[in-house]
Nanobody, 129 residues
Framework: QAQLVQSGGGLAQPGGSLRLSCVAS????????MGWARQAPEKGLEWVGS????????YYADSVKGRFAISRDNAKNTLYLQMNDLTPEDTATYYC??????????????????????WGQGTQVTVSS
């Protein structure tokens, strides 16, 4: 049974940092694009960013570009989201997500959340002073 189990998150002050982790099991982690999504209170889901199978390419939403970094360790079946320079607007529940298809052409990642078929349980991130 494929699953994604998240950890990390919590409370941070504006300007602070947090790191999220996501451990995958039940599928060949290295064969799939992985990513992160979030949902702020009373707002819709937002794609945050994704990373290609071999970590050769990463893509980010404009709202987090330059502040967030996605990485993966295929040997440990683990995905990471390093969040720096946090603002209150980053307050949300964050989800680890898996592409529905195995990696396609080199460097290509799906940008629509409908292309992701497996989601983690969600982790709350609150940015407040």
């Amino acid at each position: 049974q494929a699953q994604l189990v998240q950890s990390g998150g919590g409370l941070a002050q504006p300007g602070g940092s947090l790191r999220l982790s996501c451990v995958a099991s039940g599928f060949t982690f290295s064969k799939y694009v992985m990513g992160w999504a979030r949902q702020a209170p009373e707002k819709g889901l937002e794609w945050v960013g994704s990373i290609y199978c071999d970590s050769s390419d990463t893509y980010y939403a404009d709202s987090v570009k330059g502040r967030f970094a996605i990485s993966r360790d295929n040997a440990k079946n683990t995905l990471y989201l390093q969040m720096n320079d946090l603002t209150p607007e980053d307050t949300a529940t964050y989800y680890c997500i898996k592409d529905a298809q195995e990696c396609r052409q080199r460097g290509w990642v799906p940008l629509s959340l409908t292309d992701y078929d497996l989601w983690g349980q969600g982790t709350q991130v609150t940015v407040s002073s």
